[in-house]
């Protein structure tokens, strides 16, 4: 069982269950014993009757007997013993039948012949037992009590009934319990499902909450705290707790790395522009002059390093909004796809621009926009090795536009695809063949943002070795993404 609820429901019906089997079988027990003891009650009642009759006749009649048989009781004496409704037997003294009452005529002769086996020859003290009757009569309780004020000849009486003629026997008992306990076993399922229901759904409301905050940008959520200052409650403000922590932690990383790249911004710029002054010094040695063309080009990456971190940085504190302005984008497009020509030439590639025939405006940051066009475009250019093609097209979609990047290149190993968004992740050089390619791994991190940012998404499709197609779907709604709050 999968579910809490499901364990709860399952042992809550084998407790019912186990408590009302107890429950039963001590009901049982108690109620055979008592209505047996009832029984017995009975029977001795009647069989002191039987007694007393006889023995008050003989002190009237002098005997009890029928004069003419003298194996028989008298009719006088015995139509008094109609009134015995249970099986009454009356031995003489060697244990054969003087009198059998109507029940008793109408048992089968086996079931008589085991009854009158009960007294034996020589009948002594009273006795009481149950005894099963041959031929289906089922078990028969009998008592039998000696008589000896009724002459010499008669010994005892014998009365006895089957054990199933008790008012509410045992029997009756499982019979409804065999009714009943299936009824209570589907009402407790029923029951027990229900009262779990209701148990766990604080839980699971707490747990949508949770769900509910999925990234860096929803810590500043907190669940509701039931008034109820139960488990829950504690659980809740637990959690509420740990997600302080954790924006708090998140804020004090964003704010280090935008403050340490913004620090980094002033000192990196008046660098450049000392070596780029140096460079143009007259009388520089050529020596001096590649080792300071060097520095300029790495000065340049780190500049460009800098400014995504604090992009990045700003993005994630929602400091990063975005100058949305309806526009043409096929300008935009167009003006990526020159670059994107030019810079195909150097290595070798070919280009393709595709726009539609008419205007596709769109509200958009023509900055971030670029920005994220580049960002594919040069990728591109970069993992397609020379004699390759790289393709920029837009489409209008009416409820959007969509903007593909292509390109002929290397691919991307399925594996790695998950990961490409990740900020500063790069393929395996070794894997991929990605070579000694430049780059830290954030351009992709930071078109992803600029894609959702418009309120728009980005996918990917790439096959190793036959290159890649990122496709960036922006609505015509504008943004609703995270960078536009702030
Ligand atoms: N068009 C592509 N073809 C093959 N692999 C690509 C392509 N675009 C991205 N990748 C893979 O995804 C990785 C991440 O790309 P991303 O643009 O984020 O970083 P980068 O290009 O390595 O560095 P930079 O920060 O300079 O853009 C790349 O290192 C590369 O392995
Ligand atoms: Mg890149």
Known sequence: MRTIRGRLTFWYTVALTATVLVFGTALYLERRQSSVRELDQRLALEADFARRWLNESYQVLSTVLRPTDPQEIQPGVAANFEGVRDLLLVFDRAGRTLYL????????????????????????GSSIGTAVLPAGEGPMRHVTLPVDGAGTEVGAVVVAAPLSAVAFGPA?????????????????????WFLAGRAMRPVERLMDEVQEVTDGRSLHRRVAVPTSGDELARLAVTLNAMFSRLEQSFSQLRRFTADASHELKTPLTVLRTGVERS????????????????TLEQLNQLNELVDSLLMLARADEGRAPLAL?????RALVVDVGET?????????LSTRVVVPDHAVAVPVDAHRMQQLLLNLVTNAVKYTPAGGSVGVVLE???EGVRLTVRDTGIGIASVDLPHIFDRFWRADPARSRTGNRPGVGLGLAITKWIAEAHGGTIAVQSRPGRGSSFVVYLPRTGASGPGDEG
């Open 340 to 348: 994107a020509e030019m810079l195909g030439e150097q290595h070798g």
């Open 172 to 192: 009756d008992l499982v019979q409804s319990m065999v009714l009943i306990v299936p009824l209570i076993l589907l009402s407790s399922v029923v029951l027990g």
């Open 101 to 124: 009452n109507d029940p008793v005529r109408q048992l089968n002769f086996a079931a008589i012949e085991r009854l009158v086996a009960l007294v034996g020859p020589a009948p002594v």
């Open 325 to 329: 302005e309806v526009q043409d984008l």
């Open 279 to 294: 460079l143009v010094h007259p009388g520089i040695p050529p020596e001096v002059l590649e080792a300071l063309d060097t």
């Open 396 to 398: 209008d979609e009416g």
